[in-house]
């Protein structure tokens, strides 16, 4: 079989920081409402300066990160490497598969754009 790679989607790494800032807006103004502060709308543009300021930083870093999918293990940044005989679940979360490995170590390969795909090809490779 040959290597399958995972990189990251830039609109799924966009959808995530929208469904971020929406999060962040609401939570910005249920906040200052409950200090009792009158400019609760001050906020939301808190909220969305935060998400839009920390998408835009990591975009570059996030986008280069590339799983490898071989016969007999899953690879990746910062010198990951993950037999898949010790893949104990594979799930997805949004736009990112988790696995989980038999001694409790969670890996995430993030902003996939099928992450249902993402998620079978791993665990089609499985013994």
Do not use: C
């Amino acid at each position: 079989m040959s290597e399958i790679q995972f990189t990251p989607d830039r609109t799924a790494y966009i959808r995530s920081h929208a469904w971020m800032a929406a999060l962040a807006m609401a939570a910005g103004m249920v906040i200052l409402w409950a200090m009792g502060n009158p400019h609760v709308w001050t906020g939301a543009i808190g909220g969305l300066g935060a998400i839009i300021l920390r998408g835009w930083y990591l975009m570059s870093e996030e986008m280069a990160v590339v799983w490898t999918l071989a016969d007999t293990s899953l690879t990746g940044p910062a010198e990951r490497n993950i037999p898949l005989a010790q893949i104990e679940r594979v799930r997805t979360m949004g736009s990112y598969v988790q696995v989980v490995t038999k001694s409790g170590d969670k890996h995430l390969i993030k902003y996939q754009a099928d992450p249902t795909e993402t998620a079978n090809r791993i665990k089609g490779r499985q013994p």
